[in-house]
């Protein structure tokens, strides 16, 4: 008699837990995701600090008279993970119009928020299925700081025509069709794992220079740059786009 209370006092708790522990119904309609995956690695010997993180970003491959749009990004804490690391997350198709090329950058930055490695080529991504597997992302690593002794960096953009040079941090800037001309020197630059940035004061006037790590596209003559950028002077914004030389 105390061996059948004892298996029947089991199944009542164990009747009880699993009515306390099912799961809850979804409340509103599911949302279809599309499930990206692949695996992050570069061929230097360097490790990547222990709180590093890896930012991935779904963007809009844009015509050749846009900038290109981020559609959705996904943060992943590395925590102490070295390459080869894999990963995988899922977009919100909703996000992602039909009739639409789609293309994805990798970069990995510390916990300083600075940007250490980046993907350097163009990554698509097939939104048509339910899983896009972009393989293995070699990545490059980020000169640090960009744009002092690292190289030259060429910015150009259009209506009005622009241009600057940098190099050593000096910036050689030409506006508005060659009617303006600056020579700056430039204070050491902001480092994220977005891009550089400058912040800074020429005869008087606050100026900002951002340089995004994104797919660019010249809007007249549809040549492709590895950077966005926006020069920001007098309160006058121009827009383009710049490589390293």
Same mark, same amino acid.
């Given at each position: ?159 009005? +025509? ?6 050593? %941090?000096? #910036? !050689?800037?030409?506006? @508005?069709?060659?009617? &303006? ?13 977005? +891009? ?6 020429? %005869?008087? #006037? !606050?100026?900002?220079? @951002?340089?995004?790590? &994104? ?31």
């Amino acid at each position: 008699m105390k061996k059948t209370l004892t298996i029947a006092s089991l199944g009542a708790v164990c009747l009880s837990l699993a009515a306390c522990t099912s799961p809850s119904r979804p409340t509103g309609p599911a949302v279809e995701g599309l499930n990206v995956q692949g695996e992050l690695t570069y061929l230097q010997r360097i490790a990547l600090s222990p709180n590093s993180i890896a930012r991935f970003s779904v963007y809009e491959v844009p015509p050749a008279d846009a900038s290109a749009k981020e559609v959705w990004h996904h943060d992943m804490s590395l925590e102490g993970k070295q390459v080869p690391i894999p990963f995988a997350f899922s977009v919100d198709k909703t996000q992602l119009p039909v009739n639409q090329r789609y293309g994805l950058r990798a970069v990995i930055h510390d916990e300083t928020g600075t940007m250490r490695w980046t993907s350097d080529a163009f990554i698509p991504i097939d939104a048509q299925g339910d899983v896009a597997d972009v393989g293995q992302i070699k990545m490059v690593q980020v000169a640090a700081p960009q744009g002092t002794a690292s190289g030259v960096f060429r910015a150009t953009g259009n209506e009005p +025509g622009w241009n600057f040079t940098l190099q050593n %941090n000096q #910036a !050689d800037v030409t506006l @508005d069709y060659g009617q &303006t001309r600056y020579n700056m020197t430039l204070p050491p630059p902001q480092t994220t794992y977005a +891009g550089t940035h400058y912040r800074g004061t020429y %005869n008087g #006037a !606050d100026f900002a220079i @951002d340089m995004v790590r &994104t797919p660019c596209f010249d809007n007249m003559s549809g040549e492709s740059f590895d950077h966005e950028v926006a020069l920001t002077i007098d309160n006058r914004l121009y827009k383009g786009c710049g490589r390293y030389q």
